[in-house]
């Protein structure tokens, strides 16, 4: 998180860079924890290897100065940014804190039908296959 919020508030594109390049590894990091090797390999060698070293080849080959970067070219862009991300957050938090009504048609709780499976060859009255059983697999 801290590595996000450094990418969109520092100064110097090359500095957002490392930021960048400290977020994937740790992103990378996060997925060898988890078992993934393979993803965790593939997020260090093509993310933060390869992405990033061209990003910071065409910062090198802009030259973007610092004096450059901190002059806003369009009014209000960063106030209507913020004034984004945090509408998104409360209508994503918003989202996520309403439960469904337990009376509603989509309910999270699964069905009778959905949970009792009848096998072909059981001894319960309903079959599956190709008789007409009320009873789905």
């Known amino acids: 998180m801290i590595g996000a919020l450094g990418v969109v508030s520092a100064t110097k594109?090359?500095?957002s860079a490392i930021f960048l390049a400290t977020t994937m590894i740790i992103l990378a990091v996060f997925y060898i924890a988890q078992g993934a090797l393979f993803l965790g390999v593939v997020q260090i060698v093509v993310y933060t290897?390869?992405?990033m070293?061209?990003?910071?080849?065409?910062l090198m080959?802009?030259?973007?100065?610092?004096?450059?970067?901190?002059?806003?070219?369009?009014?209000?862009?960063r106030v209507a940014a913020i004034a984004a991300g945090?509408?998104?957050g409360l209508l994503l938090i918003g989202g996520l804190g309403v439960r469904p009504c337990p009376r509603s048609p989509v309910s999270?709780?699964?069905t009778r039908r959905a949970?009792?499976?009848?096998?072909?060859?059981?001894?319960s009255s309903g079959t599956c296959g190709r008789?007409?059983?009320?009873?789905r697999c």
């Not at 080959?61 to 862009?77: A, H, M, P, T």
């Not at 008789?131 to 009873?135: E, F, H, I, Q």
Request: glycine residues 8%; without cysteine; hydrophobic residues 45%.
């Open 13 to 15: 594109a090359v500095y």
């Open 115 to 123: 949970t009792s499976r009848v096998w072909p060859n059981s001894s």
């Open 61 to 77: 080959l802009i030259g973007v100065d610092s004096s450059e970067s901190l002059v806003e070219n369009l009014r209000g862009q």
């Open 131 to 135: 008789s007409n059983s009320p009873v």
């Open 108 to 110: 999270i709780r699964p």
């Open 86 to 88: 945090l509408g998104f």
């Open 53 to 58: 070293m061209l990003f910071l080849f065409v």
């Open 49 to 51: 290897g390869a992405v």
